[in-house]
């Protein structure tokens, strides 16, 4: 997304038109809390210390940062309606969670094939922010998938990849030669599945958030791979909360922007709009607009000038705003 993207597309008229879940040595397919999987607006899912390795999800040096598959965690859940889908992982300052969010065609939880699937079904090795079809992911995909290297036999599987979240300031390159870049990413490749996907990390009260904001996400299976993303840390239990909800942390923070400059976004309590890439508010009165970019997960705001000005990382924003 550029500038100019955002600035003629995004505010023409045409666009305004947690029981604990076991992750044994070998173990990798999470449970939920209560068995509960299944997200309608309204409802919050939990799985409760999903996993605890620091670098099951990137990190691992003598997996040259793949994913390591036998050590991270499956989670897979669906969604009955068209909703927004905030999910959120939560560690001690020890670990630092990492996790990626697939679109499935049915309930996926890593049973694969390959020649690095070890004998207990728990695939070894793979590429964690891989699109479906593409090196790396292949034993994971969906045999429906179309283009896609030889081997997408699996039912099931992945359909898309949505978009990722690495909670540690590193960025690595896989062994794929697949950059794993520090902080939340959208890398969903149409609108297929949802109108965006948000995100930021952050540390607050002694504890590392990795977050990810997917707006209006359509009836479907979706399944999150997750895991520590620091090897220089230390193990920690990483719990996931999921929640199918109306407000968004996108919201608060505009929310808390028309209080703290009430002169600037009039009339307050604007109706949020999803133009994918962008999730903003247009304010009629002052003529202004505030956004954030699902591409950079910056802030955005425009003035009467029509000059869009970049107001820097939205993790920043969300804590000075209470929004985390």
């Known amino acids: 997304m550029t500038i100019r993207f955002f600035h003629k597309v995004a505010f023409t008229a045409a ?4 029981a604990t879940t076991s992750f044994a040595a070998n173990g990798w397919e999470g449970t939920w809390l209560d068995n509960k999987s299944t997200l ?19 990190g691992n040096p003598a997996l040259t940062s793949n994913a390591w598959g036998m050590q991270g965690t499956w989670l897979s859940f669906n969604v009955t309606s068209t909703t927004n889908v905030v999910v959120s992982l939560k560690s001690p300052v020890t670990n630092a969670p990492g996790f990626t969010v697939y679109r499935t065609n049915g ?8 020649t690095t699937t070890a004998p207990n079904g728990a695939i070894h090795s793979f590429n964690q922010v891989a699109q479906a079809g593409t090196a790396g992911i292949v034993w994971a995909t969906d045999a429906s998938v179309s283009p896609s290297l030889p081997g997408n036999t699996t039912a099931n ?3 898309e990849t949505l978009g990722y979240v690495n909670g540690s300031n590193v960025e690595y390159v896989n062994s794929y030669g697949q950059k794993v870049s520090a902080g939340a990413h959208d890398v969903s490749i149409d609108d297929r599945f949802e109108n965006g996907v948000f995100g930021n990390i952050t540390e607050v009260g002694g504890f590392n958030y990795s977050n990810l904001t997917l707006i209006n996400l359509v009836p479907g299976y979706y399944t999150i791979f997750l895991g520590g993303t620091n090897t220089g840390g230390a193990g920690a239990p990483i719990d996931v909360k999921v929640s199918a909800t109306t407000s968004t942390p996108m919201d608060c923070l505009f929310n808390w922007s028309e209080i703290d400059y009430p002169t600037l976004f009039i009339p307050a309590g604007a109706v949020s709009q ?6 903003y508010r247009s ?3 002052t003529g202004t607009y505030l956004g954030i970019s699902s591409k950079d997960n910056h802030v955005w705001f425009m003035g009467t000038d029509n000059v869009m000005q970049d107001l820097g990382n939205s993790s920043a924003w969300y804590t000075v705003a209470g929004c985390n």
Do not use: D, R
């Open 40 to 58: 309608f607006p309204g409802v919050t899912i939990q799985s409760i210390a999903a996993n605890a390795n620091k670098n099951s999800y990137t």
């Open 274 to 279: 999803a133009v994918a890439p962008l999730y």
């Open 15 to 18: 666009a305004l038109t947690f």
């Open 283 to 285: 304010y009629p009165t």
């Open 107 to 114: 309930a996926f939880t890593g049973n694969g094939t390959g």
């Open 157 to 159: 599987g992945i359909v």
